[in-house]
């Protein structure tokens, strides 16, 4: 049988990181793709573990040495990438891989699987909603504020493309359905 892989797409600030987390707790057969990241690290975050911190000339060298399954230039030398590695390193062990990425990253990773890949795309109820989310997490100016927010507007227009949609207004209702929505896709 096919191994069976995970993609959790939406934008930052509709939770899906925070139920990505949960599905890596409750899945022993998940393990995370770690990203490349030139932003700066968060206090809470650790090189490796959440994100390969790497800088712009760093990451533009693995873009040419052809590393990346996909990656993107967000805005002028903030790159995020997912590399082939992360996949075949997981894919090597027999686990599954789960993907947390931007929506277009996700449409990119979506078209090298083919029926082996459940895509979701995790939104907030409203765009108020995500708009006090951001602010209340703390990690934003107001220029990145803003660019997140037109970003999930665009990304929002995407949700057609995924195999399901989950609505986060309540996390613990999110979080049921996530599981649900894994176990009816490996018992498939
Ligand atoms: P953050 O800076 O909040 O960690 O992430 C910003 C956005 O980039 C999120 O939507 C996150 O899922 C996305 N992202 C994380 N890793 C990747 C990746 O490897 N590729 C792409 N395209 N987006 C990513």
């Known amino acids: 049988m096919k191994q069976k892989h995970f993609l959790f797409c939406g934008p930052s600030g509709s939770g899906k990181t925070s139920i990505v987390k949960h599905l890596l707790e409750k899945f022993p057969f998940m393990r995370f793709s770690v990203s490349c990241t030139t932003r700066p690290k968060r206090a809470t975050e650790t090189q490796g573990a959440d994100y390969y911190f790497l800088t712009p000339d760093e ?12 990656w993107e230039e967000v805005y002028t ?6 590399l082939k ?11 599954s891989v789960i993907f947390d990425v931007d929506v277009e990253g996700g ?4 078209k090298h699987f083919t ?16 708009h006090k ?6 990690t934003e100016t107001e220029e990145t504020l803003k660019i997140r927010i037109a970003k999930a507007e665009h990304e929002m227009t995407y949700r057609n493309q995924f195999d399901h949609v989950i609505v986060n207004d309540d996390f613990d209702k999110a979080i049921s ?10 018992t498939a």
């Open 177 to 186: 359905e996530a599981e649900k929505l894994v176990n009816f896709f490996i």
């Open 115 to 130: 029926g082996n890949l459940l895509a979701v795309m995790v939104m907030p109820p409203s765009v108020e909603e995500l």
């Open 77 to 82: 030398d903030r790159y995020y990438g997912t």
């Open 85 to 95: 590695s992360e996949v075949e390193r997981i894919a090597k062990q027999n686990n």
């Open 133 to 138: 989310r951001l602010i209340a997490r703390n």
């Open 59 to 70: 990451f533009r060298k693995k873009i040419d040495d052809n590393e990346f399954l996909e």
């Open 107 to 110: 449409l990119n990773i979506k």
